[in-house]
């Protein structure tokens, strides 16, 4: 069973660092592109980033490039999104996603539950 | 401002048939795979279509996705009452290099 699990959220304070964290299992971690898509309070959903399934590659949403680092350790089966700058627009719920964007994901996708984040001085 | 764009909301009766469209350019939605999710509140989303209109296992077979030039279609018959929820479109584009999403729709079962 896909399985995806974020940590990390929690209530910030503007211009901190957090970090973070979405554990993988029930599948080959290391064979799929991640994402990390987020959800403002009564917004729609918003893309944050991508990283390669060899973590080599990184995209970014404009909102976030330059302040967001998304990385992987496949010998751990984890994602990880480090944050910096944060702001009170960074406010959101974030989720772990695998997204079938072409055919080399054979159809698989999940999202963990999501960790919430709260930007508050 | 979406690159993606959903009309904001669409309601139908129960048993009606109901389309979303998307519509997108050249460098998203006219060369790369369409997917498309449900959200019901408070939950993660679920995939509905991927590849522009293929069903994961478990989805009914009355969704169904589609796809023409630089826009696309999610549809489906026989409207449920728990059909209500938030439709989001999304493809990768080439020339941003970034996963977009369209804005989202809500649809209501009158």
């Known amino acids: 069973q896909v399985q995806l699990v974020e940590s990390g959220g929690g209530e910030v304070q503007p211009g901190t660092s957090p970090r973070l964290s979405c554990g993988a299992s029930?599948?080959?971690?290391?064979?799929?592109?991640m994402n990390w898509v987020r959800q403002a309070p009564g917004k729609g959903l918003e893309w944050v980033a991508h990283v390669s399934y060899h973590g080599k590659l990184t995209y970014y949403a404009d909102s976030v490039r330059g302040r967001f680092t998304v990385s992987r350790d496949n010998s751990m089966n984890s994602l990880y999104l480090q944050m910096h700058s944060l702001r009170a627009d960074d406010t959101a719920v974030y989720y772990c996603?695998?997204?079938?964007?072409?055919?080399?994901?054979?159809?698989?996708?999940?999202w963990g539950r999501g960790t919430t984040v709260t930007v508050s001085s | 401002q979406s690159v993606l764009t959903q009309p904001p909301s669409v309601s139908a009766a129960p048993g009606q048939r109901v389309t979303i469209s998307c519509s997108g350019s050249s460098s998203n939605i006219g060369l790369n795979y369409v997917f498309w999710y449900q959200q019901l509140p408070g939950t993660a989303p679920k995939l509905l279509i991927f590849e522009d209109n293929k069903r994961p296992s478990g989805i009914p077979d009355r969704f169904s996705g589609s796809k023409a030039g630089t826009s696309a279609t999610l549809a489906f018959s026989g409207l449920q009452t728990g059909d209500e929820a938030d439709y989001y479109c999304g493809v990768w584009d080439t020339s941003l290099g970034a996963v977009v999403l369209g804005g989202g729709t809500r649809l209501t079962v009158l």
């Open positions: 029930g599948f080959i971690f290391s064979n799929y592109g």
């Open positions: 996603a695998i997204i079938p964007l072409d055919p080399t994901y054979r159809a698989l996708n999940a």
